[in-house]
């Protein structure tokens, strides 16, 4: 089982919606997906209970956070029925977080691209190695660029790439863009995937313009969506390989 987490001290950055990204299509790949919510906020655990109370399947489970001491035996007993698990952390450095990155594959530290985030991602960055030195064995970790303007790249997010890279910090190429339909997907418990027909059934009746220019937004974040889950697997294979 290949564990994934997400972690920012910062509020907004982006974690919870990249972690449900992921997980998603993961799991419409085909893989076996469980997510453990540990952010004191649940939005994702509030997300999957809104659906099991409708009557709505899910493609994956959610699991809740547990007693700090019960996070690592937790994280255990899901291998084997799960390829992946996806973990939201929280925000402080509380012992919960140490226990889950102690048995993470690949961290990735979700960031807008601005300075301000920069030094907030640094002290995931320090949380993650001192982890690591901890249990002696080296934590894989990547900055993914959240949030950002689709249409192009900021002078902002540039120079903080160059710097990271200066610094030898790896970020993922891939940039997942601050879209109206990942808002969407807790404002109404929905799936990303389920976007689609949901706009067709809105816009029935409307202009074809109407329906083609809803539908290119919704289309536009599920390609975003995919190349950044292909892009995560790929680095967690090679980190793994490493």
């Known amino acids: 089982m290949f564990v994934i987490t997400f972690a ?3 509020g907004g950055s982006g974690k919870t919606t990249s972690a449900m990204l992921l997980a998603e ?6 893989g076996r997906v469980a ?3 540990l952010d004191p906020n649940a939005n994702i655990l509030g997300w999957f209970n809104a659906r099991q109370s409708e009557g709505r399947s899910t493609p ?3 699991h809740a956070r547990p007693q700090a001491e019960d996070t690592v035996a937790l994280i255990d007993s899901l291998d084997g029925s799960a390829d992946y698990l996806i973990i939201d952390l929280e925000g402080s450095k509380d012992q919960i977080v140490t226990y889950a990155l102690s048995r993470t594959d690949l961290c ?6 601005s300075p301000m985030e920069a030094r907030q991602a640094a ?4 949380l993650i190695e001192t982890t690591g030195n901890m249990i002696r064995t080296r934590i894989p970790y990547a900055l993914l660029f959240t949030r950002t303007n689709a249409a192009f790249q900021t002078t902002d997010e540039r120079d903080v790439r160059s710097e990271m890279e200066q610094n030898n910090i790896s970020t993922l190429p891939v940039r ?3 879209r109206a339909p990942y808002t969407r997907i807790f404002r109404d418990n929905v799936l990303l995937s389920e976007l689609p027909a949901i706009i067709e059934a809105e816009t029935e009746g409307k202009s074809a313009s109407v ?3 809803a539908l290119k937004q919704v289309i536009s974040a599920i390609e975003n969506a995919q190349d950044y889950a292909q892009t995560v697997i790929d680095h967690l294979t090679k980190a793994r390989a490493a």
Request: glycine share 10%; net charge positive; proline share 6%.
């Open 8 to 10: 920012n001290p910062k």
């Open 211 to 213: 329906t083609d220019k």
């Open 35 to 37: 997510v453990l919510d």
């Open 60 to 62: 994956f489970g959610v």
């Open 176 to 178: 997942i863009a601050k």
């Open 25 to 30: 299509q993961i799991a419409l790949s085909g």
């Open 108 to 113: 990735l530290i979700p960031m807008d691209g």
């Open 123 to 126: 002290q995931a960055v320090r």
